[in-house]
């Protein structure tokens, strides 16, 4: 018997385990090349994992919310095209099949801190996923094991301890919540006043990241930002003059973004420490230029695909990598190393019709650009006769920059240099 080992992909660097979060085969199925087997969630996206072969599923190693390290073996496929027979398992594995019995586990401590103490309890397996909400939630087995699971035999669930909270929470309308109404935790405390008409939402996986990840940031960065408004008008009438013409030859929307990367590519060659991250004493200068694209989702999270290797590709290669990664991210296509490997970051604000922003660093980088909507104002312009007032395209630039490394010099020329390159642009130029 041919027999093919899943094991669970890279994810990425500098992560190290998943957690399976679906699976969509069962021992027993036959599967094609490229059919979807699992779905998985690390600390930075959800994926789909599809079969690289065609075949048998004969063994599922791993259930459904346990976190798994990146290698290890998740299933396995007979690709010999012969039927599975249950029978059979113990010449396919050496052993007896693995039958999930949940058996309880002697324990004394009502600590929610130790894993080992949470795996299994009162003759109910609790997943990693939930031990760690549990965790976060400061719940205490005792109170764990009076939450009624959904799950098999009683099995408690994500939506099960997460629908407890929600009620738990609303148990103490009117009261006022503080740090010493729950049990003690690692996680700073503010007082929160709730009336009964208040609405209590729990935040998403995908939040609770963001929010850890931003609050790291700025415990770990000392934030500084620099500001200014720039001319964009060259950019926008070439853009206005080229994009119908554009769109009919390549299928392609074309926005000012490219241009302005373009352009943020041309300031970093000038000023590498902006491209660049921080390892204890160390300033590491980043040979590649990969750009992270803030975009916003439907749900209302946010996602940071990167365009690698971004200084290698024109402007053309440039639109087009930026409207896959948009595109992606909308359609919740990308993969981990979609979003991995970033040197520098640049949000978007004009999206939302805003003026400008002060967003903050995406670690482990240095810095990260705000851009601004464009819009008509009068400006004084200098011509060979004396000034005038004319109406021009202008956006406003924000730099936040790492002042650990970064000085308000290097950062304001920095970004009076991308505001050159910006101003600059060649209006006749063809693509």
Do not use: C
Request: charged share 25%; proline share 5%; net charge negative.
């Amino acid at each position: 018997m041919a027999q093919f080992e899943i094991i669970m992909p890279k994810l990425g660097e500098s992560i190290e385990e998943a957690t399976i979060t679906k699976w969509f085969i069962k021992a027993g199925d036959k599967v094609k090349d490229d059919d979807i087997l699992l779905e998985i969630a690390t600390d930075k996206v959800d994926s789909e994992i599809p079969s690289p072969v065609s075949g048998t599923v004969i063994k599922i190693m791993h259930q459904q919310d346990e976190t798994v390290p990146v290698g290890s073996i998740i299933a396995i496929i007979d690709t010999s095209g012969g039927d599975f027979h249950p029978e059979k398992q113990e010449e396919i594995s050496g052993k007896a099949p693995e039958i999930a019995v949940e058996k309880p586990v002697e324990i004394s401590s009502s600590d929610t801190s130790d894993d080992s103490v949470l795996q299994k309890v009162a003759g109910r397996y609790y997943s990693p996923l939930v031990r760690k909400i549990a965790r976060e939630e400061n719940i205490s087995l005792t109170e764990l094991e009076k939450i009624p699971g959904s799950g098999l035999n009683g099995r408690l669930q994500k939506n099960d301890i997460l629908k407890y909270i929600e009620q738990r929470d609303k148990g103490v309308q009117g009261q006022t919540v503080t740090a010493a109404s729950r049990p003690s935790s690692d996680k700073p405390k503010v007082t929160v006043s709730i009336n009964p008409e208040d609405e209590i939402i729990p935040m998403d996986r995908m939040r609770k990241l963001i929010a850890e990840h931003m609050v790291m940031s700025k415990r770990v960065s000392a934030h500084v930002t620099n500001m200014l408004e720039t001319d964009v008008t060259n950019i926008v009438m070439w853009r206005n003059r080229i994009k119908e013409e554009f769109y009919n030859r390549e299928k392609e929307k074309i926005t000012y973004l490219p241009v302005f990367l373009e352009s943020v590519i041309s300031a970093l060659k000038d000023y590498p420490k902006i491209n660049a991250s921080v390892d204890g004493d160390n300033i590491i200068l980043r040979k590649n230029i990969n750009l992270g694209i803030a975009v916003a989702l439907a749900s209302g999270n946010l996602i940071v695909p990167v365009i690698k290797n971004a200084d290698q590709l024109s402007l053309l290669g440039l639109i087009k990598a930026l409207n896959k990664v948009g595109n992606d991210a909308r359609n919740n296509k990308l993969s981990p190393d979609d979003i991995s490997g970033g040197t520098f970051t640049i949000s978007n604000f004009g999206t939302f019709r805003n003026v400008m922003g002060t967003p903050i660093i995406n670690q482990p980088q240095v810095a990260v650009l705000g851009i601004g909507i464009v819009e008509k104002k009068p400006a004084v312009i200098e011509t060979p006769t004396g000034d005038v007032i004319a109406i021009r395209h202008k956006m406003f630039l924000s730099l936040t920059y790492d002042h650990r490394i970064i000085d308000g010099a290097y950062g304001g020329a920095f970004l009076r240099k991308l505001a050159d390159y910006m101003e600059a642009f060649d209006s006749s130029r063809t693509i």
